[in-house]
């Protein structure tokens, strides 16, 4: 089934958001993308100083659209929490660790019912934190500390490192906000692994958050199971969709009733591939599908092939495919624009480049056929 590209912009081209060198940042990476119960469109990333890794002194930054994508403000720096921030001894023990404040791993979710964004976020991949904005994204609470949601994995699982997201979260329909995250021992490589895949949710708009269990542990054939994406099916269940490390280069689900508990078995999903990088999933209830966003190499596990699959049958099989860009493009989100234009937010490499290089987070919409 063809699509039609649009842009984010009025010439009909993608629209760059965030250059790398541009603003006193190195590189932008990790986006992620909402659209606020009243329409405006909040794209946010982080934005890394100086260390190319994840271990460097990094802020959150958003631009926020009040025309359905085509226009943005300038960048704001939403996150930032007062004192003195302890590094983490994970990333300290791998000499990993850079002098500045790691505020990593941004994920909002739009509150249909109360009528407002919620925003998380990590400091030093240790600590997390809840801001909240009832004015559409244009300012933001001061930040509360929900590391306590974290906390209780641990007699279970002793964590040294923790992630949220990254992309989007999810309002269920009974109102509960739910966000994947991952946590880790911090023991093997970069202190991101081992690691298990989990969520943490609140029943109260934002003001608690608590854990769910874990939905799926590292082991022989799911192999450090990190960074997933949810959506809400028609049939009311939850589905997580996650990268992992193993042999079969696919991605994983499994579903929820609830979106915290009674995870079923995890399988892999034979027609989505996995580069070992983070997709994004989104419900669209108005066209009765599940849209899925991610490098669509299945080779060699290159970042590269950018393509949105589409399934009407609650992700059991995806037989659509729509090519948002062919060359190097790796972390990507989405959402649904107040016209019905997908927008998809999405790390971009040069062209011509001989291996993925992260040049700019790049915002182009997708008008699909329903």
């Known amino acids: 089934m063809a699509a039609a590209l649009a842009s984010g912009a009025e010439s009909g081209k993608p629209l760059d958001l965030f250059e790398s060198g541009a603003g006193g940042y190195e590189s932008y990476r990790i986006p992620g993308i909402v659209v606020a119960p009243k329409g405006s469109v909040l794209a946010y990333c982080e934005a890394r100083k100086s260390n190319p890794n994840d271990w460097g002194e990094t802020d959150i930054l958003l631009r926020r659209s009040t025309d359905g994508g085509r226009s943005f403000a300038p960048p704001a720096n939403i996150a930032h929490i007062a004192g003195p921030v302890a590094e983490n001894p994970a990333g300290v023990a791998q000499k990993l660790a850079a002098p500045g404040v790691l505020y990593d791993n941004p994920l909002a979710i739009s ?15 240790m600590r997390a934190f809840h801001i909240r904005s009832d004015d559409d994204g244009a300012t933001w609470s001061q930040p509360k500390e929900i590391t306590s949601a974290f906390q209780s ?17 999810i309002q269920l329909r009974n109102g509960r906000l739910v966000a994947a995250v991952w946590l880790s021992t911090g023991t093997g490589s970069h202190a991101h692994r081992p690691s298990a895949a989990a969520t943490i949710y ?38 997580l969709n996650l990268r992992t490390e193993g042999a079969r280069a696919r991605r994983t689900v499994l579903t929820s009733p609830d979106g915290a508990t009674r995870w079923s078995a995890p399988q892999f999903q034979p027609e989505l591939p996995d580069p070992v990088c983070f997709g994004s999933l989104l419900e669209d209830p108005k066209g009765k599908r599940l849209l899925f966003i991610n490098p669509d ?35 990507s989100d989405i959402a649904m624009a107040p016209n019905g234009d997908l927008l998809c937010f999405y790390e971009r490499g040069a062209a011509g480049a001989s291996r993925m290089q992260y040049n700019y987070l790049t915002l182009t919409r997708l008008r699909l056929s329903k």
């Open 297 to 331: 190499n299945f080779e060699n596990r290159q970042r590269k092939n950018l393509a949105v699959r589409v399934s009407r049958d609650n992700g059991r099989t995806w037989p659509e495919k729509h090519v948002v860009d062919p060359g190097w493009a790796a972390y």
């Open 111 to 125: 509150d249909r019912k109360a009528h407002c964004v919620h925003l998380l976020f990590c400091v030093e991949y």
């Open 153 to 169: 994995f641990r007699p279970g699982y002793p964590w040294q490192v923790i992630a949220i997201g990254p992309g989007h979260g």
């Open 202 to 239: 609140s029943d109260d708009h934002g003001r608690t958050w608590r854990n769910g269990d874990i939905a799926v542990p590292n082991g022989p054939e799911f192999v450090n199971p990190s960074e997933g994406a949810l959506a809400q099916l028609s049939s009311g269940e939850v589905m």
